[in-house]
């Protein structure tokens, strides 16, 4: 019985000497190419990274990575692309806010105000009634600017199904408008 409790430690043991050696011999090589890819800051790099490695440690103790080196090297890709697409989606924000002399606070009309809330309060519970997977994979398309192959790759799914459920969302918020008198 002591062998049995002793197993487990040592295997955890050869797997954290394992995720050890693979970042001392990737996290520098993975940093740079962060940096030379992407443009990022060498901090932004090293945070990137460190992701890749707690990506791949749950997967590296059951023995699913067959090609370390390649996998790191797609996480920190995958990530950072998921970076710079949220980036591209605050700017696009940021720019549009700036760009639209509507959104001065002294434009602001009571009426204006009252119509957002009601707006809001539609989408919010069409949102809300639809099934759970079609509101997150509406939110991952429309809010964190995911393409429907980068979620398909994250869920599971294939790219058409992920590109249906996302168009069957945008129909029922457009419903929701339409029964109250909306566009």
């Given at each position: ?7 487990p430690?040592?295997s ?5 000497r394992e995720l050890?050696?693979y970042?001392?011999e990737?996290?520098q090589e993975?940093?740079?190419y962060?940096?030379?890819?992407f ?13 890749a490695?707690a990506?791949?440690a ?8 067959e090609?370390?080196r ?5 996480s ?7 970076i ?12 549009s806010v700036q760009?639209d ?5 002294d434009s602001?009309?009571p ?8 707006f809001l309060?539609?989408?919010?519970r069409?949102l809300?009634?639809?099934p ?10 429309r809010?964190d ?5 980068e ?15 996302v168009?069957?969302?945008?129909a029922?918020c ?6 109250h008198?909306?566009e």
């Amino acid at each position: 019985m002591a062998t049995a409790l002793a197993s487990p430690v040592a295997s955890e043991t050869k797997n954290e000497r394992e995720l050890d050696y693979y970042y001392r011999e990737y996290h520098q090589e993975l940093c740079r190419y962060t940096v030379s890819k992407f443009g990022l800051s060498y901090s932004e790099a090293e945070d990137l990274v460190q992701e890749a490695f707690a990506r791949m440690a749950p997967q590296l103790q059951t023995g699913e990575i067959e090609h370390v080196r390649a996998f790191l090297y797609r996480s920190v890709h995958n990530a950072t692309i998921d970076i710079l697409r949220k980036g591209q989606v605050r700017e696009s924000y940021a720019q549009s806010v700036q760009g639209d002399p509507d959104r001065d606070q002294d434009s602001r009309s009571p009426e204006r105000v009252a119509s957002g809330r009601q707006f809001l309060g539609l989408i919010s519970r069409a949102l809300w009634n639809m099934p759970h997977k079609r509101r997150r994979l509406l939110l991952m398309n429309r809010v964190d600017g995911l393409s429907y192959a980068e979620i398909a790759r994250r869920e599971g799914l294939s790219a058409t199904v992920v590109k249906k459920h996302v168009a069957k969302a945008l129909a029922g918020c457009q419903e929701a408008l339409r029964a109250h008198g909306g566009e």
